[in-house]
């Protein structure tokens, strides 16, 4: 059996050395257009950066080794133009001259293109960088060591544009990011994107939000947004996301769906037979909705590099789906989501409520502990966890957990129940993941009914009393302009002083407290919600409708 694979990074390779390792008798050829195979590309920021320093430490595996230890045939600098299914062949272009490459079995692993938005200036401007493999990372560092940049303006504010930031800043460059959604981070949502913005200003990062760039001028000097705000740059870095590398695709009749991704089934076999596909490339089922999506991510491709082999011999290990779990560091803090955000779950009319948890990522008593802040997104009938996105210290296991939960089809009833590791250094008795999960279930269980930040306005003209539970030295730091305030350890002895007719929202600082107001109240006959996340999270989003005194 003769397999050829294109594409020779993460889901490529990995099916080409599972596939040896399955079968020693087949002819394994991977093509790959860059001269690179095996490369770590989520590690180019930190090589940008210096917190990698040696170059090498990128490279995996060479064409050699890769030769030697599994006996396959890896070609550089080889780009596959066409695909011809009915003669089982390729047409590959090598040193300027195209070449016929024949094939039993073909799997299409090419992985994703930077998006290039067509902006007038743009295509002339020699300062425009994007940043996908290695030759990508050496001429950016190029260009900014034989230039003399100064300035720096990522287009675009999404995970790797943060990365990014981060990495010029720590080479001395003066770093802006020009973002079209109204937040940083645009798959996650924004109270929880807000944080990590506020960390990108303390660090020295410009960030401008809302706008999109319009045009580029001065030979790439100056770009010019929507609302025709300036913004003067040595260097751009395109950052505004990829798309399916199927251009070579568009004359083979393989059938290609969202945003030109290769639509295959569950075992990876595309329209075409003989043909399968893997990673950033392919279209995939996202498991939460059950609707289609990309998700260019290294660790499903290399789950399904490793199952697509396992199908070719016989094994059936069929695509279960992805649910996006992805992570990123900003300076001091980190930013990590799994599966569907609230802007998607609106998007699908699927039924949900939100639970923000705030607290520390190990034992408050414990030295060094630093804070985190989780939200779960479920099905207040079913319990079905759509998604999870957390902001802070630890918050990657607990993620992790949660990705696991949604991927196992657990429900709120399970989190309470998961035995997680404890002691002080590490977490809580009661870790993030288990108090989230019962946040959730009180309000399955009718327990406490909340309302989300962006619902504070809303509840308040329908008439809602906001009452502050907090203590005296807290609203010092911060306060709602329109609150009432009975600290909590008083409000069974001040009843008195509320009307029993008057609907109230409770709020404390992170919606702790609030909730044992909320039970208190309620059990005295009162019509009382909870402000999700409390004060914390609203003056986060929004500080300046809040009064500092």
Not at 264 to 282: L, M, N, R
Not at 285 to 296: T, W
């Amino acid at each position: 059996m003769k397999v050829v694979i294109v594409g020779g990074v993460a889901g490529g390779m990995s099916a080409a050395t599972r596939l040896r390792r399955l079968d020693e008798t087949a002819e394994i050829i991977v093509l790959e257009q860059g001269p690179y195979v095996s490369f770590a590309n989520c590690g180019l920021p930190y090589y940008l950066s210096g917190e990698i320093q040696d170059r090498a430490d990128l490279i995996v595996q060479t064409p050699a080794k890769l030769k030697q230890r599994f006996n396959i045939d890896v070609r550089v600098n080889q780009r596959v133009t066409a695909v011809v299914p009915d003669q089982h062949q390729l047409s590959v272009q090598v040193a300027g001259q195209t070449v016929t490459e024949s094939y039993d079995k073909l799997i299409l692993a090419p992985g994703a293109v930077p998006v290039v938005p067509d902006l007038p200036g743009l295509a002339t401007a020699p300062n425009v960088s994007v940043l996908r493999n290695i030759p990508d990372l050496d001429r950016l560092m190029a260009k900014l060591s034989t230039t003399g940049a100064r300035t720096v303006t990522l287009v675009g504010g999404g995970f790797i544009s943060l990365e990014m930031a981060e990495a010029l800043r720590r080479r001395g460059l003066t770093v802006t990011i020009v973002e079209q959604a109204s937040h940083v981070l645009p798959p996650l949502d924004e109270e929880m994107a807000a944080g990590i913005q506020h960390t990108l200003t303390q660090q020295g990062v410009r960030v401008i939000t809302g706008q999109a760039v319009a045009s580029v001028r001065d030979n790439g000097r100056t770009l010019v947004l929507a609302d025709e705000t300036q913004v003067q740059t040595d260097q751009i870095v395109l950052a505004v996301g990829v798309r399916p590398a199927t251009d070579f695709l568009a004359t083979s009749g393989i059938h290609l769906g969202l945003r030109g991704g290769i639509e295959v089934d569950e075992t990876y076999q595309t329209s075409a037979p003989d043909v399968y596909a893997v990673g950033d490339a392919i279209v995939v089922r996202n498991q939460v909705s059950g609707q289609p999506a990309l998700i260019s991510l290294a660790s499903p491709a290399n789950r399904q590099g490793r199952q697509v082999a396992d199908n070719l011999i016989g094994l059936p290990h069929h695509n279960r789906g992805s649910v996006g779990t992805a992570i990123v560091r900003v300076f001091d803090t980190a930013a990590t989501m799994t599966g569907l955000n609230e802007a998607a779950l609106q998007a699908q009319q699927l039924p949900y409520k939100a639970a923000h948890y705030r607290g520390s990522d190990h034992a408050d008593y414990f030295p060094g502990a630093q804070s985190l802040l989780l939200k779960l997104l479920f099905n207040p009938q079913s319990g079905e966890l759509y998604g999870a996105q957390a902001v802070g210290h630890g918050v990657d296991k607990r993620i992790d957990v949660l990705a696991t939960a949604i991927k196992g089809h657990l429900t709120v009833a399970d989190l309470p129940e998961l035995e997680l590791s404890y002691a002080p250094p590490f977490g809580s008795a009661k870790d993030p993941v288990n108090l989230v999960g019962e946040m959730a279930q009180n309000i399955m269980d009718g327990l406490s009914d909340n309302r989300q930040w962006h619902e504070l306005k809303a509840a308040e003209v329908a008439g809602r009393q906001l009452l502050d539970v907090r203590n005296p030295t807290e609203l010092a730091a911060g306060r709602f302009p329109m609150a009432i305030n009975i600290p909590l350890d008083q409000l069974r002895d001040r009843l008195s002083e509320l009307d029993p007719q008057q609907p109230y929202i409770v709020s404390c600082q992170s919606g702790h407290r609030s909730y044992v107001a909320e039970r208190i109240l309620k059990q005295h006959g009162f019509d009382v919600v909870n402000l999700d996340g409390g004060f914390a999270l609203y003056q986060t989003v929004r500080p300046d409708e809040v009064l500092d005194d």
